[in-house]
């Protein structure tokens, strides 16, 4: 697969998907809305882990920069 995430947006998501998993467990967000987010937030750690994004590809955004 093509890596198209660079480090500032990996990182994002990291964050991102422990502050959910933290509200979680905190309790703070049930029901629905916590399953979509916690859904949302191992698709983030996953996209994270692999560099790329699928989103990213059909409209050619690339965030690791410009090849040297």
Known sequence: MIK???SADRIIRV???MVVIALYFAHIIT?????V???LAGIFLL???I???PL?????INTRGKKK
Do not use: K
């Open 4 to 6: 198209n995430m660079g």
């Open 15 to 17: 964050i991102i998907a």
């Open 31 to 35: 029901g629905t809305a916590a399953a």
């Open 37 to 39: 987010l916690l859904v």
């Open 47 to 49: 996209t994270s882990f």
């Open 51 to 53: 560099s790329t994004c």
């Open 56 to 60: 990213y590809l059909p409209f050619g």
